[in-house]
C-alpha cells in the first residue's frame, strides 16, 4: 500500500501504530522525535506522516510547520497522533498543516479510515 513514517518518542506507541499499519498492509518507517522526522521526510519522502505532539528536540507542532511550508514536502498529509485532545490542540494542529488529528488511543479502523481518505486524495 504506502510508505508512512510514525513520528512518536514512546517505544510503546510505535509499536501499536506500527502493528496496525503493517496489518493493513502498509510499509512503516520510524523517527523518534521531531528533527528525525523532519529528516527522513526530506530523504525517503512517505506518502503520509503520523505526528505525535510532545517530542524532543523539536515537537510535532513544529515540524508539521517546517514539513507543510516546504514545497518539497509540503503535499505530503500529516495526521497528528497525540494525548493532546482537547479542541484548541487540535485546531493549533490543523493551522500548522496537518490534515487530520487523532487522540490517542487510536481506535485501528478511525486511523486506517483517515489514512486511506487522505491517501486518495
Do not use: C
Request: charged share 25%; net charge negative.
Amino acid at each position: 500500500m504506502a510508505r508512512i513514517l510514525i513520528a512518536d518518542d514512546s517505544p510503546t506507541e510505535i509499536y501499536v501504530l506500527q502493528k496496525m499499519l503493517e496489518r493493513n498492509g502498509h510499509e512503516v518507517l520510524i523517527a523518534e522525535d521531531g528533527e528525525q522526522a523532519v529528516n527522513i521526510t526530506f530523504e525517503e519522502k512517505p506518502a503520509l506522516i503520523l505526528m505525535d505532539v510532545v517530542m524532543p528536540n523539536l515537537n510535532g507542532f513544529q515540524a508539521t510547520r517546517k514539513l507543510s511550508k516546504e514545497p518539497e514536502t509540503s503535499h505530503i498529509p500529516i495526521i497528528i497522533v497525540s494525548s493532546k485532545n482537547q479542541e484548541t490542540d487540535k485546531m493549533w494542529g490543523l493551522r500548522q498543516g496537518a490534515k487530520g488529528y487523532l487522540a490517542k488511543p487510536v481506535a485501528e479502523a478511525e486511523l486506517i479510515e483517515q489514512i486511506q481518505t487522505l491517501l486518495d486524495t
